[in-house]
């Protein structure tokens, strides 16, 4: 009923549901897929990428709808700790048959020709959109003490006298304004 393989690739069959108006289909998928470059962020999946879909036909058009979870590894900009970025997001589009569509449509809407729909690039880019610009492990990080370089979440310097290691501020510095 369903096939999924990633390389940004999720079909779904909707050979049925495409020929009955009111008719619903429902997929409830779990993949674990590899990880992606965002920005210069390597991101892995620490949890399988769980989509929950139901794809209705509304006579004109199907409607696709459901919810993309899935937990993320991040490095946090601050600390530079990998720490889980969970993500739990809503999904819609309409699909319209390509020999159906008007010529609105076939400039805007997405388009299906056979009876798969391929939403897995849609689903990757909800997942992109969804990303900050930053990873940060939690809005009271402290961050890396910029004259030792100590993780100031998890302990503590006598730096504030000393000048500051030009090594560690230069990172700092860097990872604020990225
Ligand atoms: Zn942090
Ligand atoms: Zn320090």
């Not at 050979?15 to 210069?40: H, K, M, N, W, Y």
């Not at 969970?86 to 809407?109: F, G, I």
Request: aromatic letters at 10%; one cysteine or more.
């Amino acid at each position: 009923m369903i096939y999924v393989y990633w390389g940004g690739n999720m079909e779904l069959d909707i050979g049925q549901v495409c020929r009955e108006a009111g008719s619903v289909v429902c997929f409830d998928v779990s993949e674990q897929i590899p990880g992606f470059l965002f920005g210069t962020d390597n991101l892995s999946f620490k949890t399988p990428l769980h989509i929950q879909i139901k794809v209705q036909n509304s006579g004109k058009f199907l409607l696709v709808q459901g919810t993309i979870q899935t937990e993320l590894v991040a490095t946090c900009a601050r600390c530079l700790e990998e720490f889980i970025y969970p993500l739990d997001l809503r999904y819609e589009d309409e699909w319209v048959a390509r020999d159906l569509a008007s010529e609105d449509q076939k400039e805007t809407a997405l388009l299906f020709d056979k009876d798969v729909i391929e939403i897995g690039d849609r689903i990757l880019e909800q997942i992109v959109m969804a990303l900050p610009m930053k990873f940060i492990c939690s809005p009271e990080c402290r961050g890396l003490c910029p004259y030792c370089g100590v993780n100031r979440n998890m302990a503590k310097c006598e730096c504030q006298d000393k000048e500051p290691d030009p090594r560690f501020a230069a990172l700092t510095a860097w990872r604020s304004e990225n």
